[in-house]
């Protein structure tokens, strides 16, 4: 089996543009890099990048500035609906959020990536593979589309509540500028910014995003038949807000970060 090529097909995948909050729902082993990451009953995304490690976001395994304790993380992969498919999951062995990840109360996400090293290896099959990561010199078009998924939180009556099946979405990369713009009209906290280290994806007129519940997933592009990691969802402002975009992680930019910190444990 190879990384970012999943053995089933959405047939419909280009055409979906529905937003993942009341979303597509992903048949089986359409997404197998897509893991839910349970931390003390709270949960957000992750992907899977190697046999024992789970790529998601800083924001995601921190508690008041530091990593979470690895007995309270649960990892389960392999998993489209949430009521039928989970096991007991996979424990994290060890915690690594990058150094300069900023205190999350200060409201600057940049440098939000971390990777969880697990306790057990994983077996690859079918509804459980690799995504494969970016290539160096790995470009970010605007209005490439690119694949969102997560078990996301949906607005019911006014309220939120969890969705319990895996969601998919296509949105476009959005320019640089045009999403720097949207967030300066926002918010007026001016420690709230997009730096290179992010980017945007998302439609100008709202209705389709990535939300709360789906933190720490993938944004995948697809190239030469198979996807890989451009992106981990990392913020924004009320998902599918019209004139407003999601901001995700630019994983391309961490290549030797996950490359070293791999290496060394």
Same mark, same amino acid.
């Given at each position: 089996?190879?990384?970012?090529?999943?053995?089933? %097909?959405v047939?419909?995948l280009?055409?979906a543009?529905?937003?993942?909050i009341g979303?597509?729902?992903?048949?089986e082993?359409?997404?197998?890099?897509?893991?839910?990451?349970?931390i003390?009953?709270?949960r957000?995304?992750?992907?899977?990048?190697a046999?024992r490690?789970?790529?998601?976001?800083?924001?995601?395994?921190?508690?008041?500035?530091?990593?979470?304790?690895?007995d309270?993380?649960?990892?389960?992969?392999?998993?489209?609906?949430?009521?039928t498919?989970?096991?007991?999951?996979?424990?994290a062995?060890?915690?690594?959020?990058?150094?300069?990840y900023?205190?999350?109360?200060?409201?600057?996400?940049?440098n939000?990536?971390?990777?969880?090293k697990?306790?057990?290896?994983i077996?690859f099959n079918?509804s459980?593979m690799?995504?494969?990561?970016p290539a160096?010199?790995?470009? +970010?078009h605007?209005g490439? &589309?690119g694949?969102?998924s997560?078990f996301?939180?949906?607005?019911?009556?006014?309220?939120?509540?969890?969705k319990?099946?895996l969601?998919y979405?296509?949105?476009p990369?959005v320019n640089?500028?045009?999403?720097?713009n949207?967030i300066?009209?926002m918010? %007026?906290?001016?420690?709230?910014?997009l730096?290179?280290? &992010?980017f945007c994806?998302g439609f100008?007129?709202?209705? %389709?995003?990535?939300?709360g519940?789906?933190?720490?997933?993938?944004?995948a592009l697809?190239?030469?038949?198979q996807?890989w990691?451009a992106?981990?969802v990392?913020w924004?402002?009320?998902?599918?807000?019209q004139?407003?975009?999601?901001? +995700?992680?630019?994983?391309?930019n961490?290549l030797?970060?996950?490359?070293?910190?791999?290496?060394?444990?």
């Amino acid at each position: 089996m190879e990384s970012g090529n999943p053995t089933t %097909k959405v047939m419909s995948l280009r055409h979906a543009y529905q937003r993942i909050i009341g979303g597509n729902e992903a048949p089986e082993n359409t997404i197998p890099w897509q893991v839910l990451v349970s931390i003390d009953g709270a949960r957000g995304g992750g992907m899977v990048i190697a046999d024992r490690w789970i790529m998601t976001a800083a924001h995601l395994v921190l508690a008041y500035g530091n990593p979470v304790p690895n007995d309270t993380i649960r990892v389960f992969m392999g998993v489209t609906d949430v009521n039928t498919d989970l096991n007991l999951g996979v424990q994290a062995a060890s915690v690594y959020v990058h150094p300069d990840y900023n205190n999350p109360n200060s409201g600057d996400y940049s440098n939000d990536i971390a990777l969880i090293k697990l306790l057990d290896p994983i077996t690859f099959n079918p509804s459980i593979m690799p995504i494969c990561l970016p290539a160096e010199d790995a470009t +970010y078009h605007t209005g490439t &589309m690119g694949l969102v998924s997560g078990f996301d939180v949906k607005r019911i009556d006014g309220t939120r509540a969890l969705k319990n099946k895996l969601q998919y979405v296509q949105l476009p990369v959005v320019n640089q500028e045009t999403c720097s713009n949207s967030i300066m009209l926002m918010t %007026k906290r001016n420690n709230l910014r997009l730096t290179k280290n &992010m980017f945007c994806a998302g439609f100008p007129e709202g209705g %389709k995003d990535s939300c709360g519940g789906d933190g720490g997933g993938p944004f995948a592009l697809h190239d030469n038949g198979q996807f890989w990691a451009a992106g981990i969802v990392s913020w924004g402002f009320d998902c599918g807000k019209q004139g407003a975009y999601g901001v +995700y992680t630019k994983v391309s930019n961490y290549l030797s970060w996950i490359t070293k910190t791999i290496q060394e444990n």
